[in-house]
Nanobody, 122 residues
Framework: QVQLVESGGGLVQPGGSLRLSCAASGSIFSIYDMGWYRQAPGKQRELVAAVTSGGSTNYADSVKGRFTISRDNAKNTVYLQMNSLKPEDTAVYYC????????????????WGQGTQVTVSS
């Protein structure tokens, strides 16, 4: 079993900052890519940012220059630092991870967290 648990969401005013965390636990041998997605009401889930095990990153155009993704491989944790938040950033944010399990002889699988709400409003 592998679990991803997100934290750090909440209500923030426009222009404010939040830091999301996502910790993976369970039968983990190795984690490849990790990422953050978001889904606003009535919209499809979209990629926000992703980071490889080597630290290479990519971002959605809408968050470039405002959000920073990072990871701590020793802690199996991925972070999303969100600055200069806008009302259009309001969404449920989900983390995911491509995990090679230590207890199953198989290729890697993608796991998702339960989501954390981010609301940007005055």
């Amino acid at each position: 079993q592998v679990q991803l648990v997100e934290s750090g969401g909440g209500l923030v005013q426009p222009g404010g900052s939040l830091r999301l965390s996502c910790a993976a636990s369970g039968s983990i041998f190795s984690i490849y890519d990790m990422g953050w997605y978001r889904q606003a009401p009535g919209k499809q889930r979209e990629l926000v940012a992703a980071v490889t095990s080597g630290g290479s990153t990519n971002y959605a155009d809408s968050v470039k220059g405002r959000f920073t993704i990072s990871r701590d491989n020793a802690k199996n944790t991925v972070y999303l630092q969100m600055n200069s938040l806008k009302p259009e950033d309001t969404a449920v944010y989900y983390c995911n991870a491509d995990v090679l399990r230590s207890d199953v002889a198989a290729s890697s699988s993608v796991y998702w967290g339960q989501g954390t709400q981010v609301t940007v409003s005055s």
